[in-house]
């Protein structure tokens, strides 16, 4: 790792601030991707930015129809938490899959959204039920946040503060894990909206990062049920391959977990 | 530079160190705690694992200055004198090492996972729970048999408490 300066931000302001008088800084909170990515001399910010001891950013909460988790809060207090397994078990579900147990104890959703890797659990969920990213300048629907591989709509020296969620009539998760990474080869994430929408999002599949599911979502409309995926065509041109899957493979990934999404939402 | 002061176990300590350090060379280089392992050293093999406030994190994925003001404990801070943690003598009489290289991070992991899950402990749970912990001589079926062996040990112990 390149030397860096370490700073601890103890307010949203600060931690502003403290970007406005750096070079080239990075927040950091759960730091389970930037310090890999730091340590293998991809990264080298002048200053890293401790976000996680920011209090205002920990926390998750069930109002009305709404469960909002804040930027720094753990995967493991997603999992575990009351609020998100009542509000959205489909999410707290999520939570549990994602890395392992202290990787999980770590990274953070603000983390994890911001870096928006191609393969990654979160963003599923956000463009699946429709979330809103609330950061320090203003709130982003989660159709607008998204932007490709590893990029997202925010500023530079924007800080995500937290997510929030409307609380579907049904959500269900299906992920093919990555034996080691624990990554998703493909994963999928269904909802229905309490207005009766369908949106179906996945990842870990499509060359431009997470991705909405238009054919699923109109087979969902006209009957909720997994064999109603049977007969959808996902055309594997512009989705990932690798030596875990080709693009085929992953094309039909993305029908088999939507189809098991779809059977756990029930 | 930056002075992390942090707690080790239990006993405070103050380390300089520059900002780049990871709290594992906070722990080896610095403090001379070389239980602790660097194995992959990308986050993945665990062999690094020790508590935070009372929580199993990768302590090569971390910068010492993430814990700063934290509870550390490593393999070296769990025995009580010379009487061995439940999980230290589980791993011997159940020979649950080869070579002996991930056994402080599978040690360290599997006390937390004890500590989630309480009697709830079954084989498939512990296999699953384990998932990241390497152990490259493959020998995970006497490290399972002595994490559950041990599940039970720690109910005994804390029932006696």
Same mark, same amino acid.
């Given at each position: 790792m390149y030397q860096t300066t370490y700073h601890r931000a103890s307010s949203v302001d600060e931690a502003a601030s403290l970007f406005g008088k750096s070079s080239e800084a990075k927040f950091l909170a759960g730091g389970q991707t930037l310090l890999p990515v730091m340590k293998q001399r991809l990264a080298s910010p002048s200053d890293v930015i401790d976000l996680a001891k920011i209090k205002d950013m920990i926390g998750v909460e069930a109002s009305g129809d709404t469960l909002t988790i804040k930027a720094a809060t753990t995967h493991y207090d997603v999992a575990t938490s009351d609020a998100a397994k009542k509000a959205i078990p489909a999410l707290a579900y999520l939570a549990s899959l994602i890395g392992d147990p202290a990787? *999980?104890? *770590?990274?953070? !959703?603000?983390? &994890?959204?911001?870096?928006?890797?191609?393969?990654?659990?979160?963003?599923?969920? /956000?463009l699946a039920l429709d979330a809103t990213v609330k950061t320090n300048k203003r709130s982003i629907a989660a159709g607008d946040f998204f932007k490709g591989l590893f990029t997202t709509a925010l500023e530079?020296?924007?800080?995500?503060?937290?997510?929030?969620?409307?609380? #579907?009539?049904?959500?269900?998760?299906?992920?093919? $894990?990555?034996?080691? &990474? *624990?990554?998703? /080869?493909?994963?999928?994430?269904?909802?229905?909206?309490?207005?009766?929408? !369908? *949106?179906?999002?996945?990842?870990?599949?499509?060359? &431009?990062?997470?991705? $909405?599911?238009?054919?699923?979502?109109? @087979?969902?409309? @006209?009957?909720?049920? #997994? &064999? %109603? !995926?049977?007969?959808?065509?996902? #055309? @594997?041109?512009? /989705? /990932? %391959?690798?030596?875990?899957?080709?693009?085929?493979? $992953?094309?039909?990934?993305v029908k088999v977990m939507a189809q098991r999404a779809v059977a756990a939402a029930g | 530079m930056s002075t992390v002061k942090l707690t080790v176990n239990g006993k405070a300590v103050a380390v300089?160190?520059?900002?780049?350090?990871?709290?594992?060379?906070?722990?080896?280089?610095?403090?001379?705690?070389?239980?602790?392992?660097?194995?992959?050293?990308?986050?993945?093999?665990?062999?690094?694992?020790?508590?935070?406030d009372g929580k199993a994190v990768k302590s090569c994925t971390m910068l010492a200055g993430q814990a700063d003001g934290a509870n550390v404990t490593t393999i070296e801070g769990i025995a009580k004198g010379d009487e061995l943690h439940p999980m230290q003598a589980a791993f011997r009489d159940n020979h649950g090492l080869q070579c002996g290289y991930c056994t402080p991070g599978m040690i360290m992991s599997a006390i937390d996972i004890v500590q989630r899950h309480g009697g709830q402990l079954d084989e498939t749970t512990v296999r699953h729970e384990l998932e990241g912990n390497i152990c490259r001589c493959t020998g995970y079926h006497n490290i399972v048999k002595a994490v559950l062996d041990a599940a039970g040990r720690m109910k005994v112990s804390q029932a006696a408490e």
């Open positions: 990787v *999980r104890y *770590r990274g953070t !959703i603000g983390g &994890s959204i911001a870096n928006n890797d191609p393969a990654a659990d979160y963003p599923a969920a /956000l530079d020296g924007e800080i995500i503060t937290a997510v929030s969620f409307p609380v #579907p009539a049904k959500a269900g998760y299906a992920k093919m $894990r990555h034996p080691a &990474s *624990r990554f998703a /080869l493909t994963a999928v994430f269904v909802a229905q909206t309490k207005s009766g929408e !369908i *949106r179906v999002a996945a990842t870990g599949a499509s060359q &431009s990062g997470v991705m $909405r599911v238009g054919a699923i979502e109109a @087979a969902l409309k @006209a009957n909720w049920s #997994p &064999s %109603a !995926i049977d007969s959808v065509n996902i #055309p @594997a041109s512009g /989705l /990932l %391959a690798d030596i875990h899957g080709t693009a085929d493979y $992953r094309a039909n990934l | 300089d160190v520059e900002d780049r350090t990871l709290l594992v060379h906070l722990l080896r280089d610095h403090l001379n705690l070389t239980g602790t392992h660097v194995g992959c050293d990308t986050s993945q093999c665990g062999a690094c694992v020790v508590h935070m």
